[in-house]
Structures are given as C-alpha cells and as structure tokens.
C-alpha cells in the first residue's frame, strides 16, 4: 500500500493477556518508530528503528514491552501481561531517513485492556 | 526541562482571524523540524517542515529561530477546518534520528 498500514485497528484484550500489534511501513523507508498516546495526551515515544542498526529500546515503559523488525520491513510490538494502564491508542511512523525526513504516520491501533 | 515546549491552548478564534503558536526546543543540535495537525482521534499528518529561511505554504508561515531555539507557526485567514491540535517535532537523541513530538496546542476555529 501507499502508506503505513497498521493492525488490528482495535484490540480489547484482557488484564493479563499478551496482544501483538502489527506495522507494515512505507516501502523505502528505512525507519520505523512507534508511540503511544492515551486519551488526551500527547505522543510517547517508545521505540525506534533504523536500518540493520540496533534499536532504540529507551521509550519502552517495562521489560513487558518488546518491539521487533523482521527484514527490514514489517514491525511487531508486543505486551506482555497487559495492564490496564497498557490502554491507549499506539502509533506508528516511518520515515525514509531517520530523524531527517518527516514521518508518515499510521492510523494506529486503539488498545483497550479490560 | 521537556525537551520540546508548546504554548498550552487552548486557542478559540473566529473565522478568518490570524493565529501564532509557538514551540521551544532543548537540544541546541537538533537539525529538523516539523510542524504536525493532528485531529480528534486521528493520527498525526505532517503539516509542513520548517526551514531556516522560514517558508510559507499558503495561509501557513513557519519561522525557525536557531538562535533562540524556537519555532513558530503562523496561521491567517484561519477557517474552520483548521481546528485540530498543532504539534511541533523536533528531531533528538545524539544521533538525530529520533522525532521528539511537543504536546501539542489544540485550536478550535469558531464561526
């Protein structure tokens, strides 16, 4: 597709239960980052990746939170027991050039944890 | 101090009026910056980038002030769907390949 493509574009999931979110960035673009933003707040970076380079796992918020790239291309974020505090809507970006080239956003997944 | 400071809103203004929003950042070596729209509950799209010569796109001028680390973003003529939240993005960390994204100043355009 023409832009970066997330899903599911909802998810309700249970206290306790792991969940995977899927991105399938621009082609091209060589970096992929993800945020989070709940109900009203700005955007909270948690992770980034650029090209073959090890990521930049600062934003992460708990070691139940890991993100991964396969070949370059399609990301999967995935929380481990969720909270629910885990509940807002997350984001992905990608740019062609990290930090350099603006960022093409996703319509992101609305994660609700009941 | 954040590393990306916005005015905090909101902003209530009539049709047609003019609208200033200005943004102040922290890391002296950032090297690009953004002006982002983004509307309730929809994801964030790039409004415009910000040069060091300033550049306008329309009704739209963006200052960048390197100096005084601060970015500005002009609004005339503004209309009603120019209501949403404006968010200023700077790009950090010490390698530059990170988007810090300010909070944003919400503007609702009144008729």
């Known amino acids: 597709g023409a832009g970066v493509s997330q899903s599911p574009s909802n998810k309700v999931t249970e206290k306790g239960k792991d969940v995977e979110l899927r991105c399938d960035p621009i082609?091209?673009?060589?970096?992929l980052y993800w945020y989070r933003q709940s109900l009203g707040q700005g955007l909270e970076f948690l992770i980034y990746?650029?090209?073959?380079?090890?990521?930049?796992k600062s934003g992460l918020p708990s070691d139940r939170f890991s993100a991964e790239r396969t070949g370059g291309s399609v990301s999967t974020l995935t929380i481990q027991r969720t909270q629910q505090e885990d509940s807002a809507v997350y984001l992905c970006?990608?740019?062609?050039?990290?930090?350099?080239?603006?960022?093409?956003f996703g319509q992101g997944t609305r994660l609700t944890v009941v | 101090r954040k590393e990306v400071e916005q005015d905090p809103g909101p902003f209530n203004v009539p049709e047609g009026a003019t609208v200033a929003f200005n943004c102040t950042y922290s890391?002296?070596?950032?090297?690009?910056f953004f002006w982002y729209r983004q509307d309730c509950r929809k994801e964030p799209k790039l409004l415009m980038s910000?040069?060091?010569s300033g550049n306008e796109d329309g009704r739209f001028t963006a200052q960048l002030n390197r100096a005084s680390q601060y970015i500005s973003l002009l609004i005339r003529d503004s209309k009603l769907s120019d209501s949403a939240t404006y968010l200023c993005?700077?790009?950090?960390?010490?390698?530059?390949?990170?988007?810090?994204f300010g909070p944003g100043t919400r503007l609702s355009v009144l008729p």
């Open positions: 970006a990608s740019s062609f050039v990290a930090g350099n080239t603006e960022a093409f």
């Open positions: 082609s091209g673009h060589t970096a």
């Open positions: 990746f650029q090209g073959n380079s090890a990521p930049d």
């Open positions: 890391n002296s070596a950032s090297q690009s």
């Open positions: 910000v040069y060091s």
């Open positions: 993005v700077v790009n950090g960390d010490n390698y530059g390949q990170n988007f810090v």
